[in-house]
């Protein structure tokens, strides 16, 4: 059974600059655009110039170099569900679920006629109080920016969300996967904290239990796509943040069902990432391994070999020009990972390392990763998982390349004016301090540097 497809149409702006003008909306921003807007971005309000509302980034930001504050904006969903008619119990704070719908679940998806995350989420609330209350302390925080002093409401709705979750899985004989959607945005609530040493461990530990468990149900990943959503979702998050992990405290994940599991995927269209979930999990076996003998310097060999083979075959056939170059730059992304990492190695077979000698063709990686996503429009979906390939790619251009250089600096701007999240400012200090150091003849591996600092930025 396919998730129930909402449309969601964009909220046009005064200035018209909806992402896919329709005939239809052209004449409503037309005739909008006579009103005084209120939407112009705070840098210019404070100004008191006038904003020409581009977005993420007005182009005065993008011009000198600011951050752009522009006002959220707010889908508009035209289906009406039962839940909303529904007589709203004590803990539904209905504003903050609306701004959920309208504006934080959009950040989890690549597609927003396609969101899982929204509409078809609520389904599961008269079951999960837990569900409800991290959904609303989510939305809190979004709608305050996250901002250092989280908002009461914010943390106490992320209190009760934890004292419900361990009463439902105590009580409840329901499947792991019911609890997983709930125990992924508990860490995402915790990534906005700006705790540079928390990157949420205590979350992704208790979604690879429950993962193991979900994994020994394998008929469930081809009847229920919640568990194929949640398996996603998992292998997003590990692809994310098994580098953080101590390699003395990881925990077993059950390899054999994870790539059976993986296999039954296939080319399934996953909402946050479409068909590349096979890339995901090479990924996170190869930020694990990195890790691994970042901290002990015992490398074997022959399991590098296969990561690299596993990557540069790597192939999908990307439903659009942007997932495209999306996939490419996470390919290479894994590619520059492992060499950073490892060093020379001379079972290594790429191709391309005919041509050139292992140091270039990191710099080649990184120039490309950083074009390809540049070919993605930043008023696309696809800007929200970006943040991680910007820095670990970014962190290799040399002084030469200063226009990507730029580039670099105002993506991950505008990925902060899209979803006001900490951690992309994190990754552009981290970024200017890489360079520096490089540009003075101190070339450092992003990882260890940011581990030296003692700093575990989740990154998307
Ligand atoms: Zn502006
Ligand atoms: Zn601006």
């Known amino acids: 059974m396919p998730f129930a497809r909402l449309r969601f149409g964009p909220v046009i702006n005064s200035a018209g600059h909806a992402p896919s003008p329709s005939t239809l909306q052209h004449t409503s921003a037309e005739s909008a655009r006579k009103t005084k807007s209120k939407l112009g971005c705070q840098q210019c309000k404070t100004k008191r110039v006038k904003c020409d509302e581009s977005y993420p980034t007005c182009r005065r930001c993008a011009r000198l170099g600011l951050i752009c504050l522009p006002a959220p904006r707010l889908t508009q969903w035209q289906v009406e569900t039962p839940w909303f008619s529904l007589q709203p119990t004590a803990i539904i704070n209905r504003r903050l679920l609306q701004y959920w719908l309208e504006k934080v679940s959009q950040m989890l998806v690549i597609d927003p006629e396609d969101n899982p995350f929204s509409f078809p989420a609520l389904e599961y609330i008269p079951?999960?109080?837990a569900l409800v209350h991290i959904i609303q302390s989510l939305s809190a925080s979004h709608e305050k920016y996250f901002s250092a002093h989280s908002p009461i409401i914010a943390l106490e709705e992320r209190g009760k969300a934890l004292v419900s979750l361990r009463k439902e899985v105590e009580q409840n004989q329901r499947k792991p996967q019911a609890f997983l959607l709930t125990t992924m945005l508990l860490s995402l609530a915790q990534s906005a904290d700006c705790d540079m040493k928390d990157y949420g461990k205590q979350h992704l530990f208790a979604a690879r239990n429950l993962i193991n468990r979900m994994l020994q149900n394998a008929s469930d990943l081809v009847n229920d796509p919640l568990a194929r959503l949640c398996l996603g979702m998992y292998l997003y998050w590990d692809m994310c943040s098994a580098f953080l992990v101590d390699p003395e405290e990881d925990q077993i994940i059950d390899s054999l069902n994870m790539s059976i599991a993986i296999h039954k995927m296939g080319n399934w269209h996953h909402p946050m990432y479409g068909p590349c979930t096979g890339l995901l999990f090479i990924l996170g076996n190869v930020g694990r391994y990195c890790r691994q003998i970042l901290d002990s310097r015992h490398r074997n060999f022959t399991q590098e070999a296969i990561f690299e083979q596993q990557l540069y075959c790597w192939q999908a056939c990307p439903p659009n020009i942007s997932l495209g170059h999306l996939y490419e730059a996470f390919r290479k992304y894994g590619l520059i990972f492992l060499y950073r990492a490892s060093g020379q190695n001379n079972r290594f077979t790429n191709p391309d390392m005919m041509f050139?000698?292992?140091?270039?063709?990191?710099?080649?990686?990184?120039?490309?990763?950083?074009?390809?996503?540049?070919q993605i429009p930043a008023?696309?979906?696809?800007?929200?998982?970006?943040?991680?390939?910007?820095?670990?790619?970014?962190?290799?251009?040399?002084?030469?390349?200063?226009?990507?250089?730029?580039e670099v600096r105002e993506r991950l701007r505008a990925?902060?004016?899209?979803?006001?999240l900490p951690t992309n400012l994190h990754a552009l200090q981290l970024l200017e301090e890489l360079w520096c150091a490089r540009d003075n003849g101190n070339t450092s591996f992003w990882l260890q540097y940011m581990l030296q600092k003692d700093w575990y930025l989740l990154l998307g």
């Open 356 to 374: 050139q000698n292992q140091q270039s063709l990191i710099q080649k990686y990184a120039e490309d990763t950083v074009r390809h996503l540049m």
């Open 415 to 420: 990925m902060y004016s899209l979803n006001r």
């Open 127 to 129: 079951q999960s109080p």
């Open 379 to 406: 008023t696309s979906n696809y800007l929200n998982f970006q943040s991680l390939l910007l820095l670990a790619t970014g962190a290799e251009l040399a002084e030469s390349n200063n226009f990507l250089r730029d």
